[in-house]
């Protein structure tokens, strides 16, 4: 399974979530689905987006959170998980695309990519309830919907290959984006009760 292509997949349902992303490779391939102004690519960073996700999600609980991470990330900051059971705000939807590698900086190994370290068993021994791994379309989809409608936190560990994009380059720089994704909120908050939208066909 391709990151890209669940990417591809949900980007339709993202327009009323508020959607943190990790650096690289998988900021560019969402980036480069179309941006949104709900999109925010957390750069630099490595191994915080699930608790900037996790933030958001605690201040904000009348939006729905998604995080997109990596494994390199996840491995850079494992107590996340420990902190995501404890809060476990029922707005966030955490998935982790597990490629085995630290693609975006050259495609090194991770501690994933012989299978060493399960990801979603860490998640699961920290305490999170609703944790599912997948390995193919089909099952991130179904795992994607089910997130979505289930009114509890979600860790997805999406099994995928080490694969990005052919460039690199996004024409909106960390303190734009920022800005932008703050205002957003506001503005949405300024116009009365946000009511998640679903749409997802099974
Ligand atoms: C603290 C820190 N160390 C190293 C980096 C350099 N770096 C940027 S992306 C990346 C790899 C991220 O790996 P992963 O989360 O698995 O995502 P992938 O690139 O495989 O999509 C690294 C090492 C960084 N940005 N921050």
Request: with cysteine.
């Amino acid at each position: 399974m391709e990151r890209a292509r669940c990417l591809e997949m949900i980007h339709p349902e993202l327009e009323e979530m508020l959607v943190v992303t990790i650096m690289g490779a998988c900021a560019q391939e969402l980036y480069d689905l179309g941006h949104r102004e709900n999109f925010f690519y957390l750069q630099h960073a490595m191994g915080l987006a699930s608790s900037i996700g996790l933030g958001l999600a605690t201040h904000l609980p009348a939006e729905r959170v998604l995080v997109l991470d990596g494994d390199g990330s996840v491995l850079m900051n494992l107590g996340t998980f420990a902190t995501l059971a404890r809060y476990r705000p029922a707005n966030l939807i955490h998935v982790v695309f597990d490629n085995g590698s630290l693609l975006s900086t050259g495609g090194f190994d991770s501690h994933t990519a012989t299978e060493v370290t399960d990801l979603a068993a860490v998640a699961r021994g920290a305490g999170v309830d609703h944790v599912v791994s997948v390995a193919n379309e089909m099952e991130f989809g179904e795992a994607f919907v089910d997130a979505v409608e289930r009114d509890a936190m979600t860790v997805i560990v999406a099994r995928v290959r080490a694969t990005g994009p052919d460039h690199y380059g996004m024409d909106l720089a960390l303190p734009e984006n920022a800005f932008r994704f703050r205002r957003w909120i506001a503005e949405r908050r300024a116009r009365g009760p946000v009511t998640p939208r679903i749409s997802l066909e099974k």
